[in-house]
């Protein structure tokens, strides 16, 4: 948000009248979002302890924050939005970025052992770090947040999630394969299936250039859309290239997959 001039002043002077301790610590909970667990801004390294309780009750005196509700973490949201982005603007970008990935390493430590509850958090954060955090490792959260994406049926939000990572322009054949993955699976979803094509078709020549042949799934898709678009002739030997792609252990997909060839051949 663009704050106006004069907003910034008033909120300034409302920030002026807290401590030192508690505006730092408030600008480091301004990176982290609208809401944020306490715990989150002390794994950060942004004080510890009572020290941080005592800068959060005192900025929720002040009227800055106030308790958000939340199941099990101690959580508190800003009062307004315009003042969370008034201590966002007064940081340069330099510093910004590394308070970002202060915040994404923060996820992984304190959330390792659900880091996919936390996905999309942690691909903002490092998308945002730019190029202080490591492309491959900002593309891979990326991927995570699409996948999970996908699985609560957030069409738009994975999409958003691949084209971020490829707009990174990843050099792995798989992240590249996985994106394109994705994006085919969200369009599909939007039920856009002529759209969907091109990126499924290049998912499938990414991952037989790098000789993974497991994604039937895919293929099932691509046999799927074109037999929807009323390609029916394509549909069979997209499921044949499916089933010769598989390994000896995939039966049930291949012959689920044969069978949709099958059955799109009969409508021929």
């Known amino acids: 948000l663009e704050v106006p001039e004069g907003v910034k002043l008033v909120i300034g002077r409302r920030l002026e009248r807290v401590s030192e301790a508690a505006r730092h610590a408030l600008t480091a909970a301004a990176l982290v979002g609208s809401r944020f667990a306490v715990d989150l801004v002390e794994a950060g390294g942004e004080g510890k302890g009572d020290s941080l309780l005592d800068a959060f009750e005192e900025m929720q005196r002040a009227g800055l924050i106030k308790p958000a509700p939340a199941e099990r973490d101690t959580q508190y949201g800003f009062s307004h939005e315009l003042i969370r982005h008034t201590l966002i603007g007064a940081l340069s970008i330099p510093r910004r970025q590394r308070w970002h990935l202060k915040v994404?390493?923060?996820?992984?430590r304190l959330y390792a052992s659900r880091l996919d509850d936390h996905a999309a958090d942690l691909a903002y954060h490092l998308f945002q770090a730019g190029a202080v955090a490591e492309t491959g490792r900002t593309v891979t959260a990326l991927l995570r947040a699409g996948e999970q994406a996908l699985k609560a049926a957030a069409f738009d939000e994975a999409r958003a999630h691949v084209d971020r990572a490829l707009s990174?322009?990843?050099?792995?054949?798989?992240?590249?394969a996985d994106s394109h993955r994705i994006r085919c699976q969200a369009i599909r979803g939007k039920a856009r299936w002529t759209d969907a094509m091109p990126d499924g078709e290049a998912a499938l020549?990414?991952?037989?250039?790098?000789?993974?042949?497991?994604h039937l799934a895919l293929y099932y898709d691509l046999a799927e859309i074109t037999a929807w678009t009323g390609h029916y002739a394509a549909a069979p030997d997209t499921a044949k290239r499916g089933v010769l792609a598989a390994g000896p252990n995939a039966?049930?997909?291949?012959?689920?997959l044969a069978g949709l060839g099958a059955q799109c051949a009969y409508i021929l």
């Not at 039966?251 to 689920?256: L, T």
Request: charged residues 35%; without cysteine; proline residues 7%.
């Open 251 to 256: 039966v049930p997909d291949q012959a689920r």
């Open 205 to 214: 020549r990414l991952y037989d250039e790098a000789g993974d042949g497991g």
């Open 104 to 108: 994404a390493d923060a996820i992984e």
């Open 168 to 176: 990174l322009e990843p050099q792995g054949v798989l992240h590249r």
